[in-house]
């Protein structure tokens, strides 16, 4: 029998709350979009890319019962997503050129964005076509990118490890060199169950080919260091594995079930020599090795690619709080709680984004979620630069520093530690400022969380990347402390050269400066903020250095001593990352304002800029009371000045989140719907539940009618207590 649920039908106006808050907007939110999406022309490709998806005669692409379905039946469907994908693509000319060679096309990962759903096959795009990009000759490229623009060659990155992630230098994969009668070849080799590659994604049951990370043995034995190597792992005929190799998926995991992370174990795998990545290093035919640059540019090469996967973590926790600031603040504005009036005997509610404790938790974050993206963007820009300068090297160039590298990689390594984690904890403060609803699977929130989780893991865990942020930062500390005026003046290019002054100042002299806002109008400056991040920053990088060394006069040894600071340094490198992100924040909106925004825009994401600033002076108060570079009186003036920037983001929060753009297909959300109809639309998802498929439910007649009808639960006196 079908169910009976009396459902309203959901109405296409939408509700007058939202409108209301709509019309309070003091700036145009379609310039922010505009921004988000680098021009007007962006917004519009985008829109068209999100018609084709959402309009796609197949409706393959429907999200509606994602929820009710189990993991291998997504996977199917995601699979079955990602063909039809690439069948648009290749209809309008997404992922090659007007010559047909291969293009990285950001189409295409726009198109992925818009399907709203994981997809198994989306690293081949995201990190093995770059792999290949950045380490193949030219030979390797003409034959491996043909292949992986016609989809044949499906791809993934076989770095980590079952028992080693990001100690890249520990991994026990091996690459031998065997010279034979033609051409020789390579041996991979899992030698230790550890070695096993394990967590790649597209590994386990979609790739046919893997860029696995191993330990080059050349002809000689000598061990070389890590390379890439391309490894065929299933037929191109039907999709058997190779002889050799074993892989699957590693299982259910907390979120992103649609992808096959895999395991896999190579068992002594012949490959050509050719298949190891040759555009900086070569092994010939007889097995001797050698560089093709002098320079260390391929090494580089390898540490920017892992920083670029680094700068799209970062901008994902934008895209991630985004979204998930989206579906809370529309819903904050619809949900009303707690009687204010009462209007001719009817009681008016309260909208639950009028409460100051709603806007402290969510409109912090918001600030993030803009905060996040200029970082993002201006990292990804950098990288890209010095990408482009290490591919164009000659043998007798050398134009890209150890310093720069070393800060580029400082800044990816904190900015990935530190956005990741605020957006782990936004997406659930986000769920949980949604009250019961927000524990809904409808409300969109438990899926964006779960599929976010992986993050502050991946690509170095947040609890390891300030060890290597704070490694980098120390030399600059030595650096300034001997005056070494070469590298000072290459620090003096990078990221990290606003701690050269505030560092000579603290090791010249022991008064500590202190911040000079002398009203509480004072407070209310951005610049305050930035200096204030400045000087915490290089106040604890100092203690952390004096720390240590002393610790080290003292008799520890130096991993002893390195040791006992592993706390500061997470300190150091938040700090750090605070200074970046306000910063950065503040340079992109004055960019911005010669382009895409107008001066209203630019004002209302100022005051995101300033609600980011104070808010984490207050939440860290005590590194700025500690050495009394801020009074209590000043703190007081900045709690003071949080209530004044959250009512001044109050009237704009509804259109800042409507700045995203988010479709209502892309946010899959009962909560967070344009229209604010969202009652409708929890009881319209609840309709959709297998449970409610048939009267009476699943399981009565083989148990329940047990129990209620056949009596086996009916009192007949106290059985004895055995």
Same mark, same amino acid.
């Given at each position: ?25 003091? $700036? ?99 990190? $093995? ?156 035919r007889n097995g001797v090795y050698k560089k093709k640059i002098i320079s260390d540019a391929a090494s580089k090469i390898n540490y920017i690619t892992m920083m670029q996967v680094r700068s799209y973590i970062v901008r994902a926790a934008s895209l991630a709080l985004r979204m998930g600031t989206t579906i809370t603040i529309r819903y904050s504005a619809v949900r009303k709680q707690g009687f204010k009036t009462e209007m001719g005997g009817m009681k008016e509610e309260h909208q639950i984004l009028d409460y100051k404790q709603q806007q402290y938790r969510l409109f912090p974050l918001l600030a993030a979620s803009y905060c996040f993206f200029f970082s993002a963007k201006r990292v990804h820009d950098n990288l890209k630069s010095i990408e482009n300068r290490l591919m164009n090297l000659s043998n007798n160039q050398q134009s890209i520093s150890k310093i720069e590298v070393g800060d580029i990689h400082a800044t990816t390594s904190c900015l990935k530690s530190f956005t990741t984690a605020i957006t782990a904890d936004g997406l659930e403060d986000c769920r949980k400022s949604c009250?019961?609803?927000? $524990? ?117 040894? $130096? ?164």
């Open positions: 029998m079908a169910s009976n649920i009396d459902i309203p039908t959901p109405r296409h106006k939408v509700n007058p709350t939202l409108t209301e808050e709509r019309l309070k907007a003091t $700036f145009d939110p379609n310039r922010i979009t505009h921004l988000l999406d680098d021009s007007s022309a962006g917004t519009k490709r985008r829109h068209y890319l999100e018609s084709l998806i959402e309009n796609d005669p197949s409706n393959v692409f429907n999200n509606d019962n994602n929820n009710y379905l189990h993991r291998t039946d997504r996977h199917i469907n995601s699979l079955a997503k990602f063909v039809r994908l690439i069948e648009i693509c290749r209809s309008i000319g997404v992922g090659d050129d007007d010559n047909g060679l291969l293009k990285v096309d950001t189409d295409f990962s726009t198109l992925l964005n818009c399907v709203a759903d994981d997809l198994p096959a989306a690293l081949h795009w995201v990190m $093995f076509v770059p792999n290949i990009l950045s380490l193949a000759d030219d030979e390797q490229q003409k034959e491996w990118l043909k292949m992986c623009r016609d989809w044949k060659m499906i791809g993934c990155y076989a770095q980590t490890e079952l028992g080693h992630g990001s100690n890249v230098r520990a991994l026990e994969t091996t690459a031998t060199f065997v010279k034979d009668k033609n051409d020789g070849h390579f041996i991979i080799n899992s030698p230790t169950l550890t070695s096993f590659k394990f967590w790649p994604g597209t590994l386990g049951r979609t790739s046919n080919h893997a860029m696995v990370i191993a330990r080059l043995i050349d002809g000689e034995g000598i061990d070389r260091g890590m390379h890439n190597f391309l490894v065929q792992t299933r037929s191109l005929d039907d999709h058997s594995l190779m002889p050799g190799v074993v892989c699957g998926d590693i299982g259910p995991k907390i979120g992103y079930n649609n992808m096959d992370n895999g395991f896999a174990k190579f068992d002594h795998v012949k490959i050509p020599r050719r298949s190891m990545a040759m555009r900086f290093a070569v092994v010939d009250g019961g609803h927000g $524990f809904l699977a409808s409300s969109g929130l438990p899926e964006l969380i779960n599929s976010y989780l992986q993050n502050p893991t991946v690509e170095g865990d947040n609890a390891m990347l300030p060890m290597q942020v704070v490694k980098i930062l120390l030399k600059l500390v030595k650096d300034v402390q001997s005056k070494d005026t070469k590298a000072i003046g290459e620090w003096s290019k990078c990221n990290s050269s606003y701690l050269i002054e505030p560092v000579q100042a603290m090791l010249n002299r022991n008064e500590i400066p202190s911040c000079d806002v002398s009203t509480r109008e004072d407070m209310l400056d951005v610049s305050v903020c930035l200096k204030a991040f400045q000087h915490r920053a290089a106040r604890l990088l100092v203690n952390l250095a004096n720390q240590i060394q002393a610790e080290v006069m003292e008799g520890k040894s $130096f991993e002893t001593a390195w040791n006992g600071a592993l706390i500061q340094m997470g300190r150091v490198s938040k700090a750090h990352s605070l200074y970046l992100l306000l910063s950065n924040f503040i340079d992109g909106i004055k960019e911005a304002s010669k382009t895409v925004l107008g001066p209203n825009e630019a004002r209302v994401l100022g005051d995101l800029a300033l609600l980011f600033g104070l808010y984490w002076i207050e939440k860290d108060s005590g590194e700025f009371l500690v050495d009394g570079y801020f009074s209590a009186q000043q703190m007081q003036w900045a709690h003071v000045s949080i209530l004044v920037m959250l009512d001044k983001v109050r009237p704009n929060a509804v259109a800042l989140v409507d700045a995203n753009d988010f479709s209502d297909f892309r946010l899959k959300s009962a909560l967070g719907r344009f229209d604010g109809n969202v009652y409708e639309a929890i009881m319209e998802s609840a309709k959709k539940d297998p449970l409610n498929s048939t009267e009476p439910g699943p399981g009565y007649e083989e148990h329940l009618k047990r129990l209620i009808v056949d009596g086996v639960g009916v009192y007949t006196g106290t059985a004895s207590r055995l």
